[in-house]
């Protein structure tokens, strides 16, 4: 049974950096691509950045620059680094695998998905 356990996401001031997580247990992230999604009321879920299983990553040009995805592999986790942060990062954080990159490197969500974090961003 694959489960994702996502944490981390807290009231933090614009201009500050949070670190959220995602664990996974059932599915190895060594070997699978996966994404990091965000949601706010009453709008679809966005893609935040898109990761291959070999490290190459894609972002959304709202976050490029600001954010990576890190991975610990040993832990079987990976991490989506948020710096500069803005109020519209505002948003519930999901992290998703199973998924894959297509022919324009972009991340296709896959069955998998964590339980989402909520991340709130101060002026």
């Known amino acids: 049974q694959v489960q994702l356990v996502e944490s981390g996401g807290v009231l933090v001031q614009a201009g500050g950096s949070l670190r959220l997580s995602c664990r996974a247990s059932?599915?190895?992230?060594?070997?699978?691509?996966i994404g990091w999604y965000r949601q706010t009321p009453g709008k679809q879920r966005e893609l935040v950045a898109g990761?291959?299983?070999?490290?190459?990553?894609n972002y959304a040009d709202s976050v490029k620059g600001r954010f990576t995805v890190p991975r610990d592999s040993a832990k079987n986790t990976v991490y989506l680094q948020m710096n500069s942060l803005k109020p519209e990062d505002t948003a519930v954080y999901y992290c998703?695998?199973?998924?894959?990159?297509?022919?324009?490197?972009?991340?296709?969500?896959?069955?998998?998905w964590g339980q989402g974090t909520q991340v709130t961003v101060s002026s």
């Open positions: 059932g599915i190895t992230f060594s070997m699978n691509a």
């Open positions: 998703n695998t199973g998924g894959w990159l297509d022919s324009s490197r972009n991340y296709r969500s896959g069955r998998y």
């Open positions: 990761q291959s299983s070999g490290g190459s990553t």
